[in-house]
């Protein structure tokens, strides 16, 4: 916030600092405010424990910033760098990080307890090119109820114990299969490529 002020003709300013919603990653120059920081020099030298005007000095004299690295040391360490430069080059491989980065995303496949056994291939073909392209699978079977009683629960079990068998070659199993409403549901990894 700026306060302005006249004296005379001549407007004064004055700035009333304010404090930051964001927390800033590194403290630099004359935002530094130790009395006494150890440096490390642009090459990887330690310079040792000297006072920061000092620091900004020889920082100023080579025209590169004064960064603070380790605040929580004691005391901090300091070192002279090209800050511009430093936040290019993190932003460049946060970049390239998240470029070779996989997501992995959940595929469903759904059945009922009364299958007949060329859509059940289907199913567990999909499952495979699933599992092969790296994503994770969701296998739901519908029960059947009848006056809130589960018809066919033994197909349903026997139906998910060949599905098991089927793509166990692909995929690890997470947990056990488990009922969520009306569904019975496995949830399938694919194994590590090597």
Avoid: W
Wanted: with cysteine; aromatic share 8%; charged share 35%.
């Amino acid at each position: 916030m700026c306060l302005r002020f006249f004296v005379g003709f001549e407007p004064i300013y004055f700035f009333r600092r304010c404090c930051a919603i964001a927390n800033i990653a590194h403290q630099i120059n004359e935002e530094i405010r130790d009395k006494e920081i150890r440096v490390i020099d642009s090459d990887g030298t330690q310079l040792g424990i000297i006072s920061s005007k000092e620091a900004l000095k020889i920082a100023a004299e080579k025209e590169l910033d004064l960064v603070k690295i380790a605040p929580t040391a004691n005391p901090p360490v300091c070192k002279i760098m090209d800050y511009g430069k430093y936040c290019f080059e993190q932003s460049k491989r946060e970049k390239e990080a998240r470029k070779n980065q996989k997501v992995v995303e959940i595929k469903e496949v759904r059945m009922t307890s009364k299958i007949d056994d060329g859509d059940f291939n289907t199913k567990v073909n999909q499952a495979i090119k699933f599992l092969k392209g790296g994503d994770k699978v969701k296998v739901s079977i519908r029960l059947q109820f009848r006056k809130g009683v589960p018809l066919h629960s033994e197909l349903s079990d026997k139906l998910l114990d060949q599905f098991k068998e089927a793509v166990a070659e692909y995929g690890t199993f997470d947990k056990p299969g488990k009922v969520e409403g009306r569904n019975i549901t496995l949830m399938i990894s694919p194994k590590a490529s090597k």
